[in-house]
Nanobody, 124 residues
C-alpha cells in the first residue's frame, strides 16, 4: 500500500510560480512511475505530467510543456511539479498518482494510488 500526500498549492498571480510536492510512503516508491493530474471545477480530471522511476523519461500535456517540470527524489520518496508562467486556466486541484507497473501513462486508469490533492488558484 502506498499513501500519497500533496502540498505546495496556493493562490498565485498569473505569470507566477509554484512548486508542488507529493510525499509517498512505502519502500517500493522508487520502482513506481509517478504522475500529476488536475481537475478544474466542472471539468473532468486530466493528465498533466508523468515520470518514470529512473527519472530518465518524462511526459507532459502539450499545454504545460516548457512551463512545468516534473522531477523526483527517490531518496526522499517525493515527486515534484515545478510550475512556472502560470495561467488562470491552470487553476485546479492537483493530484499525484502512482503506477506500480512503472509505465509512463497519461490515462488515469493505469494508476493504482492517488493523493487527496492540493488546490492551485491562479488569478488574472
Amino acid at each position: 500500500q502506498v499513501q500519497l500526500v500533496e502540498s505546495g498549492g496556493g493562490l498565485v498571480q498569473a505569470g507566477g510560480s509554484l512548486r508542488l510536492s507529493c510525499a509517498a510512503s512505502g519502500r517500493t516508491f522508487s520502482s513506481y512511475a509517478m504522475g500529476w493530474f488536475r481537475q478544474a471545477p466542472g471539468k473532468e480530471r486530466e493528465f498533466v505530467a508523468a515520470i518514470r522511476w529512473s527519472s530518465t523519461k518524462t511526459y507532459y500535456k502539450d499545454s504545460v510543456k516548457g512551463r512545468f517540470t516534473i522531477s523526483r527524489d527517490n531518496n526522499k520518496n517525493t515527486v515534484y511539479l515545478q510550475m512556472n508562467s502560470l495561467k488562470p486556466e491552470d487553476t485546479a486541484v492537483y493530484h499525484c498518482a502512482a503506477d506500480k507497473s512503472g509505465r509512463l501513462a497519461a490515462s488515469e486508469g493505469w494508476y493504482d494510488y492517488w493523493g487527496q490533492g492540493t488546490q492551485v488558484t491562479v488569478s488574472s
